[in-house]
């Protein structure tokens, strides 16, 4: 197959992200606008930053006036997952050069990497065919978002906000339900992170899941964790 | 200075980019300690942890139980293997339906 073949085989692959890409990125105008961001400053957003959840944060924490300082912390530990998931994925692909790379690293978030590490795929342009994908959709979910935003009723860009965290619970369900150690895991870090918020506010998010990892050391077993099998 | 947003989009687009960049540039040459790779693999369970509660109870700002109705639905759905995107749009789906007969009550 040519490039352009493989591209176009992972661009497909990548289309059932869009359904939750698309209503997702209309969900994050919505918080982005209500928190005082211009569309183009939104739209910014998830081009450069692409990271779903770090942005949903961001312009929430944008919308409750906390400090620029403590929202780049935050985003910066919420997203270093990036940096296991990049690690994998750039593993994982052949044919590939420093270019490439870079540009499939800034694409890289939850879906793309759990997409192309489930399959036997190992064409740099499958991957960038399923992320560039998801990354447009994520944009365009956006760019949506803020011309429409207005005409839409308000219980649909409401039910829109439960769409991130719709993906997050559908991500973390199989693991739950494959480990107890890791169910147990998630309970402690949620429950952390409720107690932690009375005191820290803003900072619990990073200190509950740095602890939690910690913890995770000891009470979940290395079979157990995300690509300790490769 | 710098505008509040501009400066929080630079900041967040910067330490986004880091940590996926590394990897490119040194995918060859990386290699962890088997305990630092569990800590980070671990990360994104925790994160999504944390991310999940308290935060999924203010979805809606009045009504808590909205978002805890919405993670019921998507951890059933997930629970029986519904593909991801299915499992979004009908837990929007369901969510605008519960806010059609919300003032019924």
Known sequence: MSRKEKFIEGAKKGIPITFGYVPMGIGYAAIAIKAGMTPLETISMSFLVYAGAGQIIAASMVLSGATAMAIILTNFVVNLRY?????????????SNLPLNILAAHVTVDESFAM???????????????????????????????????????????????????????????????????????????????????????WSLIVSTLVGAAVGMYIVDDEYVLGSDE | MMDYIALVILGCTIVTFIPRLIPALFIDKLNFPPKAEKFLNLIPYTALAALICPGVLTVDNQLWYIGLIGAVVAAGLAWKKVPLGAIVILTVVVLISVYSIVPLF
Not at chain 1, 119 to 127: A, G, L, M
Not at chain 1, 162 to 170: H, N, P, R, T
């Open chain 1, 83 to 95: 940096f296991v998931m990049s690690t994998c994925v750039l593993n994982q692909v052949e044919e």
């Open chain 1, 116 to 202: 192309f590490s489930l399959s036997e795929d190992s064409s740099i342009w499958v991957y960038l065919g399923i992320a560039i994908t998801a990354w447009l959709s994520w944009c365009l979910g956006a760019g949506i978002g803020v011309v429409i935003l207005d005409l839409l009723p308000v219980i649909v860009t409401n039910s829109f906000n439960i769409s991130l965290y719709a993906l997050f619970v559908a991500i973390l369900i199989p693991a739950i339900k494959e480990s107890k150690q890791i169910a147990l895991l998630v309970l402690i870090t949620a429950v952390l992170n409720v107690v932690l918020g009375q005191f820290l506010g803003n």
